[in-house]
Every structure is written in structure tokens, then in C-alpha cells.
């Protein structure tokens, strides 16, 4: 492969939410005369989360995702806001959604980039320990459920598909490559 890189000619940004922004480059590739079109989304990046209780078992969320319309099975998590650090985002999204509270700082296993094609964002990936008690006061966010799963039911899952956000599926395996994580 040639260390050459294409020419960009042009960018476009056009914003369809608050949440996405298409981007439209026209661009030169190496060895090329024509120029192409090439597409992607712009978005925040998004933060995920593999915790575990004090009792070993695994917060998810099951909620209802209109882009497979179907209901899926997911770690917590959500996008970034502003200028929220990834870490400062796992701890909130973690409290909202399954009203449990960290014992100690999430520990970061990686950064990844979730579809390099298609998308310009990251996925920020951590683990953390929490509390196997509610936050006092928490309230489950509209259509969002919590479930509390033990890993060997967890690892079922991945294999056979019930638990299949694929990302999420990677933050997992990122845990066990790390020692921070087992299905025992």
C-alpha cells in the first residue's frame, strides 16, 4: 500500500439533529484522475460501560432501538455531552440508566473507532465496579429497563445472539484481554 493520500477537493456538513451531521467530501484518490463522492456520519462519540456488582453480576439495558425496531440488549451507555470527559460520561450514564453508583473510578480499556467506512466517531470503552444497591431515589429512565444478569448467562447470550450489539460485544472482549473481566 502507498503512503500517498488522496486529495480532499471539497467538505460538506450538513446537520439532520442535534445528534448527526452528513459529511460529503469530494475527493481524489491516489493513482486517480476523476474525483469521487464519499459520505459519512458525524456524531458524538458514545460511552459504554462493563460493570460488574459486588456480587458478580453485570448491569445491562433492554430498550426498544427504532433504527432495528426491535428491542435490544445493550451495556450502559449513551453519547457524550459537551465537553464531558468519556469517564465523566460512563459514571452518568451508568447512575441513569441502571441507578447503580461506582465504587471506585471506571478504569479505560480502550477507544475504539466503530465503523471506519461510515462513521468519524469513537467508541469509549470502560469498566467499572459498582454498588449492588440503588442510588437512593433513582428513577429508571422512560422505556429503558434494567436487568441484573449473572456472566455465565451473559456469556450465553453473546454466543448465542441474544446479546448482540456488536460493539458492545468488542468492550467485552477488550475486559478479558485486560484480566479485568471473567465469565466465572
Not at 16 to 21: D, I
Not at 76 to 89: C, K, S, Y
Not at 112 to 139: H, M, Q, Y
Request: glycine fraction near 8%.
Amino acid at each position: 500500500m502507498g503512503s500517498e493520500l488522496p486529495t480532499v477537493l471539497a467538505r460538506r456538513v450538513t446537520a439532520h439533529s442535534p445528534w448527526v451531521s452528513v459529511v460529503g467530501r469530494t475527493v481524489i484518490l491516489p493513482g486517480r484522475t476523476a474525483a469521487e463522492e464519499f459520505h459519512s456520519l458525524r456524531q458524538s462519540d458514545y460511552v459504554s460501560v462493563l460493570a460488574v456488582t459486588r456480587d458478580g453480576r453485570v448491569p445491562l439495558v433492554q430498550q426498544y432501538r427504532p433504527a432495528l425496531e426491535a428491542m435490544t440488549l445493550e451495556l450502559p451507555g449513551g453519547l457524550r455531552d459537551g465537553d464531558d470527559t468519556p469517564e465523566a460520561t460512563a459514571v452518568r450514564e451508568l447512575a441513569e440508566e441502571t441507578g447503580l453508583q461506582v465504587t471506585e473510578p471506571p478504569r479505560l480499556l480502550g477507544c475504539l473507532s466503530p465503523d471506519t467506512g461510515r462513521l468519524e466517531n469513537r467508541l469509549w470503552c470502560f469498566f467499572a465496579n459498582v454498588e449492588a444497591t440503588e442510588i437512593p431515589a433513582w428513577k429508571p429512565e422512560p422505556g429503558v429497563e434494567r436487568l441484573l444478569v449473572e456472566r455465565p448467562e451473559l456469556k450465553d447470550w453473546v454466543l448465542n445472539g441474544r446479546f448482540d450489539h456488536a460493539l458492545h460485544v468488542a468492550l467485552i472482549g477488550l475486559a478479558v484481554l485486560h484480566g479485568v473481566f471473567d465469565w466465572e
